[in-house]
């Protein structure tokens, strides 16, 4: 419904790097371009991976152990030797392969950035980080909206898909979901905040408040950042409370066979200025879709049988 954005365009026509390097910074993200020009890019990623991205253990895998390491070490690099560092730090990280594109493997926990309250937004990455396959799933958009936390939760847990790289966001917007909010501390609703279509939408203080400009908000900011890098081939932002899955864009035969496995019917909603999976899609065509859950919290047989779905679409 809307032209794709300048960096949308470029993004889609550039090649995606082997092996990653690290994750874009801040919100105002980019250097400028002067900078840039004189920056390595691999300087640029390490000095991105050092200053900004952490990477945290998650509970449960030996991937937590690999986690800490990763922490400490880059928060001790300096100069040229960081880069060698960042390197093998990055090999750590792909599990028992070492890095090889074909038997590697990750389970790692990564800050994305902090809410308007300073509340850290993190990311779960498991499976395979050089698939071709990459699946992305955000729990939650709209802090009064927090069923699909469950689904993450369960998804985060592992295990990780053999043949695809999963990134779980189980909150983007932990502030409005503290506050039992719609909106993010800002009383900005995210799902209007996205580059794609952005309008000004009502003011402060109404529920569809748009931000004062497209990615004004650290939340959308930290998911625009991730969709950029990670760039999914499918992802799924879960909502509530209209227990629908919507296929008025992403990929239609992914949302075919994701509502026959959870039983939710589909339909063609709304896409509203501003949208993330608006915007998704202006970057990676045909990749997001939004999953309308019912009310109130899922039943624990429900929560599995949406993992198990979300699980099928990675190749599981
Ligand atoms: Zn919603």
């Known amino acids: 419904m809307s032209s794709p954005s300048q960096s949308g365009s470029r993004n889609a026509s550039r090649a995606r790097p082997t092996p990653r390097p690290a994750f874009p910074a801040t919100g105002s993200a980019s250097p400028p371009s002067s900078v840039r020009r004189r920056r390595r890019p691999e300087r640029a990623n390490q000095r991105r991976l ?12 030996d991937g937590a152990h690999r986690g800490i390491i990763v922490g400490r070490w ?3 690099l300096r100069g040229r030797g960081a880069l060698l560092g960042a390197v093998a730090i990055l090999l ?3 599990g028992d392969a070492g890095g090889s594109p074909a038997g590697g493997s990750v389970h790692r926990t990564v800050v994305l950035g902090r809410s308007v309250q300073g509340r850290p937004i993190s990311a779960v990455e498991l499976g395979n980080p050089h698939a071709a396959r990459r699946v992305l799933v955000v729990g939650c958009v709209h802090g009064d909206e927090p069923a699909g936390v469950a689904v993450a939760d369960a998804l985060a847990a592992g295990p990780g898909p053999a043949h695809a790289d999963l990134w779980v966001v189980p ?12 909106g993010n501390a800002h009383g900005v609703d995210l799902n209007r905040n996205f580059p794609a279509g952005w ?5 402060p203080g109404s529920a569809h408040y748009s931000g004062a400009a497209p990615l004004s908000e650290p939340e959308s900011a930290a998911a625009a950042r991730l969709v950029r890098r990670v760039r999914p081939t499918v992802a799924i932002w879960f909502h509530q409370h209209l227990t629908v899955v919507d296929s008025s864009q992403g990929p239609s035969d992914v949302q075919r066979r994701f509502a026959r496995d959870v039983g939710l019917p589909l339909r063609a909603l709304t896409v509203y200025p ?4 608006g915007w998704e899609n202006t970057v990676v065509g045909q990749s997001a879709f939004v999953v309308e859950l019912p009310g109130g919290r899922l039943p624990a047989a429900a929560v599995r049988r949406y993992a198990d779905a979300v699980r099928r679409i990675t190749g599981s």
């Open 199 to 203: 309008r000004r939408i009502d003011a």
């Open 171 to 182: 909150v983007l917007n932990p502030d409005g979901m503290a506050a039992r909010t719609r």
């Open 92 to 94: 750590a990280a792909c």
């Open 74 to 76: 880059t928060a001790g």
């Open 50 to 61: 050092r200053g900004h991205w952490t990477v945290t253990p998650p509970d449960r895998t």
């Open 274 to 277: 501003g949208s993330a999976t």
